[in-house]
């Protein structure tokens, strides 16, 4: 998983609004905090986990061999409390139905998504629900489904963690955002995925029909960020 830290603008420039978050988190076990890949933790809390290995807060810049990774998850299998599980076709089609009901009673947009075998990516437009809470929704609304339909136990934890999110605040970031998150699937040779509730990226808030006193862009446009 590549995070992007939200761009950065010194005091003398105005700070373009974020109009869309990448939200981004793991199935339950797989990024713990001394993840070989380093993580956003400072602390494990429970010392089992710190068996496992130091932490490292932040990505390393020189990400770890696939083989490191395997025997890090191997260890991880023997010393977690509940089984090290990815998501099948069948629990990806349940997570999914549970995010289009999120997605509908919200009114959410959602511009891309790809649900993986250990984690998951969504790219959301701006909305009134702040990033953390709109990621609560959709974890408890897909645990509550999978469980529904008998592919989770009560006691078996499906997420991992809060995860993370990324501010974006112009439309080439969204853009390159949603070929990242549609290529996720790909670069484990999986087929391109296609979910009902995805909608196609149409330039906002520089749509067409697009109000140009908006406070989205007047923002962009103060920060030198908009040709319009």
Same mark, same amino acid.
């Given at each position: ?10 005091? $003398? ?15 339950? =076990? ?21 068996? &496992?290995?130091?932490? %490292?807060?932040?990505?390393? $810049? ?5 083989? !490191? ?14 089984? &090290? ?5 069948? /629990? ?6 549970? +995010? ?57 934890? !499906?997420? =991992? =963690? ?7 605040? %112009? ?10 998150? /549609? ?5 484990? =040779? ?6 009902? +509730? ?9 749509? /067409? ?7 989205? !862009? ?11």
């Amino acid at each position: 998983m590549r995070l992007r830290a939200p761009s950065l603008y010194t005091s $003398r420039v105005p700070k373009a609004i974020v109009i869309a978050h990448h939200l981004i988190w793991t199935a339950y =076990g797989w990024w713990l905090p001394n993840d070989p890949r380093g993580s956003t933790s400072r602390t494990i809390r429970k010392e089992i986990i710190a068996r &496992l290995g130091e932490i %490292h807060h932040g990505r390393k $810049r020189i990400q770890p061999a696939t083989k !490191v990774l395997r025997t890090f998850f191997d260890l991880a299998r023997s010393t977690l409390k509940h089984p &090290l599980m990815e998501f099948d076709d069948d /629990e990806a089609s349940g997570i999914a139905e549970a +995010f289009r009901d999120v997605i509908e009673d919200d009114r959410y947009t959602c511009y891309a998504c790809a649900i993986m075998p250990d984690h998951i990516h969504l790219l959301i437009r701006k909305h009134k629900h702040l990033a953390e809470e709109m990621i609560a929704n959709f974890q408890d609304a897909s645990r509550l489904r999978l469980r529904a339909l008998g592919l989770r136990s009560e006691d078996h934890p !499906v997420w =991992g =963690g809060p995860g993370w999110k990324v501010f974006l605040d %112009h439309p080439s970031e969204i853009q390159r955002t949603v070929r990242y998150i /549609e290529e996720n699937p790909i670069h484990i =040779g999986r087929p391109r995925q296609n979910w009902p +509730f995805v909608m196609p990226y149409d330039n906002w808030p520089f749509h /067409e029909g697009h109000d140009p006193s908006s406070p989205y !862009v007047r923002a962009l446009r103060a920060a030198g960020r908009s040709t319009y």
